[in-house]
Nanobody
Framework: VQLQASGGGLVQTGDSLRLSCAAS????????MGWFRQGPGKEREFVAR???????AYADSVKGRFTVTRDNAKSTLYLQMNSLKPEDTAVYYC????????????????????WGQGTQVTVSS
């Protein structure tokens, strides 16, 4: 399994970015996919996830600003980020959830088996 994240960059407060994660080596449309982020000196934290029925969940800190989507035909996961804040500065990772993971654990990094390399998002004030 390979995950290639892209779309990060340096933006100003209030700007928008769209991250992409191209997946290969798996039957993409059968898996729950997630976005996590890790800021400087912080632990990796859940951002959003979408399952194969397009059900989504978000961290409270991004709810209403970020939208996770997927294009199964392209095996690609997206994260649209609007109204960005300096506290959104982090390396953003996409990940594939384990088929054995239960719903209540899908905010935990340990429920994800494969990770992309990350893409840096920096929001200046």
């Amino acid at each position: 399994v390979q995950l290639q994240a892209s779309g990060g960059g340096l933006v100003q407060t209030g700007d928008s970015l769209r991250l992409s994660c191209a997946a290969s080596g798996l039957n993409f449309n059968r898996y729950t996919m997630g976005w996590f982020r890790q800021g400087p000196g912080k632990e990796r934290e859940f951002v959003a996830r979408i399952n194969y029925t397009y059900n989504t969940a978000y961290a409270d800190s991004v709810k209403g600003r970020f939208t996770v989507t997927r294009d199964n035909a392209k095996s690609t996961l997206y994260l649209q980020m609007n109204s960005l804040k300096p506290e959104d500065t982090a390396v953003y990772y996409c990940a594939v959830a384990s088929r054995r993971a239960i719903l209540s654990t899908l905010r935990l990094p340990t429920s994800y088996e494969n990770w992309g390399q990350g893409t840096q998002v920096t929001v200046s004030s």
